[in-house]
């Protein structure tokens, strides 16, 4: 049963686990880069529920429009604006394509910069990261997970440690977000 998926984006600087480990822990790697249509993740990610049923988390492994804000006029550790992922990226405008998978998984962990950051000012904008991420959540019928920080992470593996900021939850149901601590299962633990 294929449990655990990593879609990475190769502008995200990294390595991968190794087939021995992919094998063992059932991970499944979709990669994209800006020539990659997310169609083709939403395919990857159906056929592999076809084959072994309902996923337990997709991580999504690239960066996240961060470290300005046009509409605030400032620099910093800011984002909310979309995430680099494939070629059209995950965005305000397209979130929706996401029902492509929807119900096909059941946690979605994010490990991008300010992936659900909204500054003061900022909400009901492209640069809500909030909405963004509860839209993905209700989009996909899957628990969203994604922090409101700039992410540090080693290249090596993958390994982002401890969140920076605060970390999310957002519900399928449209509720409002929730801060928790962790998420049901971190990459580290399967890689």
Avoid at 88 to 102: C, K, L, P, Q
Avoid at 163 to 184: A, I
Wanted: with cysteine; hydrophobic share 40%.
């Amino acid at each position: 049963m294929a449990e655990y998926v990593i879609a990475r984006d190769r502008r995200l600087t990294g390595t991968l686990p190794n087939a021995f480990v992919q094998w063992w822990y059932d991970l499944n790697v979709i990669t994209t880069d800006g020539a990659t249509p997310l169609r083709q993740l939403f395919n990857s990610v159906n056929t592999l529920h076809g084959e072994h049923g309902k996923l337990h988390s997709l991580f999504v492994l690239c960066h996240g429009f961060a470290g300005s804000s046009t509409r605030l006029r400032m620099s910093g550790d800011v984002g909310g604006q979309g995430l680099q992922l494939g070629r059209e990226g995950v965005m305000h405008g397209n979130v929706s394509a996401w029902e492509a998978i929807r119900g096909k998984v059941t946690n979605i962990v994010v490990y991008a910069c300010a992936a659900s950051n909204t500054e003061a000012g900022n909400e009901f904008t492209a640069e809500d990261g909030q909405y963004l991420m509860g839209a993905l959540a209700i989009h996909t019928d899957a628990t969203v997970y994604a922090a409101n920080r700039i992410q540090w992470y080693q290249p090596q593996n993958f390994d982002f440690g401890r969140w920076e900021g605060q970390l999310y939850k957002f519900s399928p149901t449209g509720t409002p977000p929730q801060p928790v601590n962790r998420v049901p299962v971190e990459l580290r633990e399967v890689s």
